[in-house]
T-cell receptor
Framework: GIQVEQSPPDLILQEGANSTLRCNFSDSVNNLQWFHQNPWGQLINLFY???GTKQNGRLSATTVATERYSLLYISSSQTTDSGVYFCAVPNSNSGYALNFGKGTSLLVTP | ETGVTQSPTHLIKTRGQQVTLRCSSQ?????VSWYQQALGQGPQFIFQ???????GRGNFPPRFSGLQFPNYSSELNVNALELDDSALYLC???????????FGEGSRLTVL
């Protein structure tokens, strides 16, 4: 199945700083999702972005499908941005499933 | 809020017991999938249901089974619980022709 690698695995930021999270995948995909998992465990949809760039407030994402990577940008980080960020792509062997990376654990300090 | 609801939110079972977890999908969504998330890991696909039939399964043993009902809600059943089954179980709903998934808050299972 398709492999998903996220970097960095851990990140500590001071409030107000910017960051870039990366997601590499091993095969071509027809969709990609970014999620934020809050401390209570819920996965919150951030972006559904098979290709191109999208922005939502302080967050934006870019997927370059031909080069098999996606980037999540967080600007002017806030403490509420803390949590784990996952990217996920369809599993080529089971087209209905999403394959998740191991996530980037982000801590934003005051 | 995604509109996907799961119950119970937390439960504790002992090894060998059976558990049933429930999920109500987002309004209008006809596909439900289940994921297991162990501590410190990303979610792993268990199976997916569409029109009350399983139409995709991950690498999980047969003691993990499920149902989907006519109203698109779903159950995950796990028999003969093992300690390694302790995890967060996440339900997601989607439209069959659209790959975007929306997750519930999860059911956290502890097996003692």
């Amino acid at each position: 199945g398709i492999q998903v690698e996220q970097s960095p695995p851990d990140l500590i930021l001071q409030e107000g700083a910017n960051s870039t999270l990366r997601c590499n995948f091993s095969d071509s995909v027809n969709n990609l999702q970014w999620f934020h998992q809050n401390p209570w465990g819920q996965l919150i949809n951030l972006f559904y972005i098979p290709s191109g760039t999208k922005q939502n407030g302080r967050l934006s994402a870019t997927t370059v499908a031909t080069e098999r990577y996606s980037l999540l940008y967080i600007s002017s980080s806030q403490t509420t941005d803390s949590g784990v960020y996952f990217c996920a792509v369809p599993n080529s062997n089971s087209g209905y499933a999403l394959n998740f990376g191991k996530g980037t654990s982000l801590l934003v300090t005051p | 809020e995604t509109g996907v609801t799961q119950s119970p939110t937390h439960l504790i079972k002992t090894r060998g017991q059976q558990v049933t977890l429930r999920c109500s999908s987002q309004s209008g969504h006809n596909t439900v999938s289940w994921y297991q998330q162990a501590l410190g890991q990303g979610p792993q696909f268990i199976f997916q249901y569409y029109r009350e039939e399983e139409n995709g399964r991950g690498n999980f043993p047969p003691r993990f089974s499920g149902l989907q009902f006519p109203n698109y809600s779903s159950e995950l059943n796990v028999n003969a619980l093992e300690l390694d089954d302790s995890a967060l179980y996440l339900c997601a709903s989607s439209l069959a022709d659209d790959g975007e998934l929306f997750f519930g808050e999860g059911s956290r299972l502890t097996v003692l």
